[in-house]
């Protein structure tokens, strides 16, 4: 929290600083409106001309029919599957690379993290081809495993950033202090650095769960099975040459984002939390 | 290096809290005692990052079938057509176009909207949770869904500007080529923005209170406290939130595709799309021609952003 916030809190809070807010919020929900409106009706009004703001027909049954559709269930537990595993290798990972490169001085540093930014400028659009002939080889094609390591592989690089440049935001002396009461290096990051860094970690936990969530080029490449195949790739198939169901793809991509806004809104106070404030006196 | 940033800092202000060494016993460590560190990613990197990379690499040295298969080593014969190729030039505009705009407004917006966040007022808890939504859902969709909003004759957008009397007409925001670049734009700023403000918003909150606390207290001016203080603590978040930026947006490969589908040619696409539409949907059909595309991409992006690190002097914020 900043002093800004702080002082605003003593006030009370203004009105017209809700009023800027709901113009964002308005802004950013829009399209996803549309969207639950174009859920709302019949796939022919989708497309009808002119368009009409409100459907011109109801249709109140189409998220039923997407929940109750056993292959969505495969797909949404896939997605929850992938998401989370892939954020909880990342999370592994990442926070001892981060800290011990914010820490220290080593030969190789500067060629580690320019090596890890690198990794994140390939795209997997064109990685692809090669990742699906290494799994093929490894007899890893349709597995959940082959696109849980890649979606934590292509994610690391922004963990690593984002945590290194946490980490070395925290004064030294933090640690000094905790090492002079006998915590040892691990200790000291575990009881010490991990809570003072929580905006970053949540901040990463966010992002790579999105990331891996919303991954689509190498789902759609390695699983070929359709009931282990994540949400992202499964729900086009509502939409097809041959069949328009516009009303079940956005109604499923609508329950695809709720998942997240939980996560979301389960441990985003702690991104405001501003834990270093004190911490340096 | 590190007396730079601490120039920066808050340090030399004389209202940040003391610092003693910078240097301590911590701060050294031998190359060995880096590998449990680091081991994790560099094998995870190295697997699914690394190996991928050389199999490209190989592929744009090869001669393809027009069905895909391997017919023999091509030298640099795919880097050479594609140097030569007509459409070369105007994909690289576009690209430039579309990455340094959708970037720089991204990051604008995007610190106004963090230090909006960072505010306490009625509602904003809703405004968090409305903001993170193009985020969350997923690209290939949101693209599909405003194809359909910008849409010429079944748009919603047009029914709306018309029924205002904003526009007369309805407008081909996806068709006429003054508003295709503008309209994939502003679909790029809309769908950046969430990641970029909660960068920079949780960079914003990583900045102790005191030290603001302390420079108000001194008497400066908001504005001073802001370019002094907060903008110099947010550099590594910023540094995060535009390089992640640069490459995301470079490789944003759904919404070009998808948003520029109808038009005919390159005239709209970006080195990613060239690349995948080169082995897929261009005359040539070329696998190979794709791959050195795909190889090129990486070294512009590689460039860009290396260009980018020495302009801003990344080492402060790396070696803070």
Redo the contacts between chains.
Sequence with gaps: ??????S??KKA???Y??L???A??LV??S??A??LL?ALRPAHD??????S?LPREWQWNTFGTVLSDSRFLNWLKTSLLVAISSTA?VL???V??A???A????????A??L?????????P???????Y??FFDLTMVNTYASII??N???N???A???L???F??I???V??AA?LDGCGRARTLWHVMLPLTL??L??TV??TF?AA??E??VALTLMSDDSKKP??VG??SY?TGYQQHWDE??AA?LI??VP??IL??LI?KH????L?????? | MTDQLEKAGPVTTGTG?R???KR?E??????L??I???I??VL??A??????????VQ?SLSEYSITGLRKGSAGFGNYTDILSHDDLWTVLANTGIWVVVVVALTILIGLG?AQ?M???????T?????????????????A???T??LDY????LN??LVTLHLIGEPIDFLGDDTWVMPAMIGVGV?VSL??TA??L??G??????????AA?VDGAS?RKIYWHI?LP?LR??L??AS??NL?YVF?S??LIYTLNDRNPGFSHDTS?TY??KLAFKAAERSVGMS?AM?VL??LL??VV?LVYLRIIRWRE??Q?
């Design positions: 929290m900043t002093a800004a916030t702080v605003v809190r809070r203004p009105y600083l809700s800027i807010g709901l964002i919020t950013f929900v399209p996803y549309v969207m174009d989708v497309l009808a001309s002119p368009p703001f290798i592994a990972a990442a001892p690379a800290y011990f490169t820490r220290f001085r080593f030969p190789g540093r500067t580690f993290l090596a890890v930014l690198v990794t994140q400028m390939f795209s659009t064109s990685l692809v081809v090669g990742l002939r290494q390591i890649t934590a592989a292509f690391l690089a922004f690593i950033w984002i290194q440049g946490f070395a935001s004064p030294r002396e640690e000094e090492h905006p970053g949540v901040t966010i992002f999105i969530w919303n689509y080029v949400l992202t729900i086009n939409v793809l956005f991509s695809a984002v997240v806004v979301f809104a985003e991104l405001v939390g501003g270093t404030a004190g911490s340096v006196k | 809290p610092r003693r060494s301590t911590t701060g050294y460590a031998s190359g005692s880096a449990p560190w680091l994790v990613p995870l990197i697997g699914v990052v690394v190996y991928p990379a050389i199999a490209l592929a909207l909006f960072a505010k306490d007022f009625y509602g904003r809703v405004m968090r949770w409305a903001i993170i939504i193009p985020w969350a859902a997923s690209l290939v969709i949101t599909r869904l405003f359909l909003i004759e079944h748009g919603v029914q709306l809309f969430p990641f909660y960068v918003l949780a914003l909150n990583a900045i102790p209170a005191d030290i603001v606390e108000r908001p907060t603590l590594p978040a540094l995060v390089v992640l490459i490789n490969f759904p990613i690349s995948y791959a795909g991409n990486v992006i590689l952003v914020v790396t803070g």
